[in-house]
């Protein structure tokens, strides 16, 4: 009777390794295509994100942010915050000739999040919209179609507040005014890549279509709003690129061009991941 009870339980042992939950984790989408890395800059600000214009990049460090020829790499300026007040400023983009910026109070809690707008040309603080708690840590902020989106992070574990954790991640559209009119959440394929963290970096691409990055994964995530209903975006493609996730911005100068960067190389990096039409 006990052999019988042993021999039940190792036939019984692959059933329970191929759980649900586990597979799904491991049918994640494997990247379609690689980017194509044009260009690196040493940069040792180079540990939040980067934003880039006709001219110049911007490394992304909290309290820190470095602007950088686009030609000769050469450090330009530097705004430096006060860390009490700007604690976490995660990423930046250059929109309507203002550098706007996503900052937050990551990882303390309750989180509270603003957005920071800067004049790229003299790096002077202009003003804040302070959003405040209630959604997670806002990690960026792009604007689209008369609207202003924004990503508000959720975490397992170190910077997260129960009982919410990656699976509350969110995508919101605001208005002029800063008032929520939509908002959707982030499809399994990619929370699953996210957790125990969350997207760290977006911004709506020439064609239309929006891409995400996480916080370690070398994958850009190609999402779309729902095209068949629901609350839920749609997962389109997955991208290799040569950075570990991290905020991005997409180069307006050079059609199809990202910019990201590389914790562990200090560097921010160009690469094409769209055709240039």
Not at 1 to 23: D, E, F, K, Q
Not at 86 to 110: D, G, Q, R, T, W
Not at 150 to 159: C, E
Not at 221 to 234: E, F, N
């Amino acid at each position: 009777m006990i052999r019988s009870l042993i021999l039940a339980g190792a036939l019984a042992a692959p059933v329970l390794a191929a759980s649900p939950a586990l597979a799904q984790e491991a049918a994640a989408p494997a990247p379609s295509r690689t980017a194509e890395v044009l260009r690196r800059y040493p940069a040792p600000e180079a540990r939040q994100g980067v934003a880039v214009d006709a001219a110049h990049v911007y490394a992304v460090a909290n309290s820190t942010i470095a602007k950088y020829d686009k030609k000769t790499g050469a450090k330009l300026a530097e705004w430096k915050g006060d860390p009490v007040r700007y604690p976490h400023i995660n990423s930046c983009a250059v929109i309507a000739k203002e550098l706007v910026c996503a900052s937050s109070n990551f990882p303390a809690v309750p989180h509270w999040s603003a957005v920071e707008f800067f004049d790229p040309a003299t790096m002077k603080h202009l003003r804040t919209v302070a959003l405040g708690p209630g959604r997670g840590s806002i990690t960026w902020v792009d604007r689209k179609d008369g609207a202003w989106w924004a990503a508000f992070a959720n975490y397992d574990g170190k910077g997260g507040e129960a009982p919410r954790d990656h699976r509350h991640s969110v995508l919101v559209r605001f208005d002029d005014d800063w008032r929520q009119t939509q908002s959707w959440s982030f499809p399994q394929s990619v929370l699953d890549r996210f957790k125990p963290m969350s997207s760290s970096g977006g911004g709506w691409g020439p064609d239309g279509k929006l891409y995400i990055t996480g916080h370690d994964h070398p994958e850009l995530y190609v999402l779309a709003l729902p095209t068949q209903g629901g609350a839920v975006l749609d997962h389109l493609d997955t991208i290799g690129v040569a950075t570990e996730g991290q905020a991005v911005d997409w180069d307006e100068s050079e059609r199809g061009v990202l910019y990201g960067i590389s914790r562990t190389g200090r560097e921010m990096v160009a690469q094409r991941v769209l055709p240039a039409k």
